[in-house]
């Protein structure tokens, strides 16, 4: 089987082409940075399987397309497309220039756009094979100082939801599925473009970027999902915004401000990849390690939510049997 990762060379899609290869997966890889590229399938190629790094811009669809067919041509069909690349901007809204807006809703949006495109026109001519959509808790409640990141996470949300009632309309046995992220260790932090003075940090609790790859791959090999949800915070974020949207509002204007910044000043020599790519020896993790936890029990539970149940099934059928012995007697 092959896995197509974009956004691989760091990060959460690094994190993810390598479980991919743990699975026993031949990878693709699809980035910016060619030197990063060739370290992420020099990781791959670790666990035994074929890697093969492709330079692409994913807010090109025409470089897009023509990886995609590059993929068909010389490695095999596409199993698997996870649409992951993502670009973010630290800054109000009224110190934000349209161009950069556009080119971070280019590449975090119009990027699975594209990929989903490519995939679906080759996976449809054997009508099987998934695409899963990275999205993020930021999908469901805004946050402020990342508006353009925040309103393409919303976009992709919309876009995966018409495009899978499409499918279901055609009779097609393609599968899309988005997850959606809480916090997490990336080297984001380190390299979007930031105009807040400040170094900024994911909101806490911050999780390894191995706890979302495994999602995205357990949601990419299982036929029975559709949307997943990572991490109690996740979880807790998109509810209460269902419950009490103009509370979030409120609490988000006090405090949505300090819960992304440190007290360190951004480097003077701090990269900016929103336009070009950052140089730099960036692998999966960012630089919160001693902050990031590397497991989700929210998440080892949906992965296992059958055997839960039944596990939850068995102790009520025990527990009612207790009850109804002690009736007896």
């Known amino acids: 089987m092959i896995a ?173 599925v988005m997850v959606h992220l809480p916090a997490v260790n990336t080297p984001q932090f380190d390299w979007a473009l930031n105009k807040l003075g400040k170094r900024p940090q994911p909101v806490p609790p911050i999780f390894q970027p191995e706890v979302p790859a495994r999602a995205i791959v357990d949601a990419a090999l299982n036929p029975d999902r559709r949307e997943v949800w990572v991490g109690l915070p996740t979880v807790m974020t998109i509810l209460a915004n269902k419950l009490a949207p103009g509370l979030l509002d409120r609490y988000l204007a006090r405090s949505g401000y300090s819960g992304q910044l440190t007290d360190e000043p951004v480097p003077s020599d701090a990269p900016a990849n929103l336009f070009i790519t950052a140089d730099g020896d960036f692998g999966a993790h960012g630089r919160f390690d001693s902050r990031a936890l590397p497991v989700s029990y929210q998440a080892i539970a949906s992965r296992h939510r059958g055997a839960l149940m039944i596990g939850l099934l068995g102790l009520g059928c025990i527990g009612l049997a207790l009850l109804t012995a002690r009736g007896i007697r």
């Open 4 to 176: 197509v990762v974009t956004g691989a060379s760091a990060g959460v899609g690094r994190a993810t082409a390598l479980e991919f290869a743990r699975q026993g997966m031949d990878v693709v890889l699809l980035a910016r940075n060619a030197a990063r590229l060739e370290a992420a399938a020099a990781e791959v190629c670790g666990q035994g399987v074929r890697a093969l790094p492709i330079v692409a811009d994913i807010a090109d669809a025409d470089a897009v397309e023509a990886a995609a067919s590059r993929i068909e041509t010389e490695f095999g069909p596409i199993d698997v497309w996870v649409n992951n690349a993502m670009a973010t901007i630290f800054a109000p809204f009224d110190r934000i220039t349209a161009q950069e807006f556009r080119r971070a809703t280019e590449v975090t949006y119009l990027g699975q756009v594209y990929g989903t495109m490519a995939a679906l026109s080759h996976m449809r001519r054997r009508d099987r094979g998934t695409v899963v959509n990275v999205g993020s808790a930021l999908a469901y409640r805004a946050i402020p100082l990342q508006s353009a990141y925040c309103g393409a996470k919303y976009a992709v949300r919309g876009f995966t939801d018409a495009i899978r009632t499409e499918l279901i309309h055609n009779g097609s046995a393609i599968r899309l």
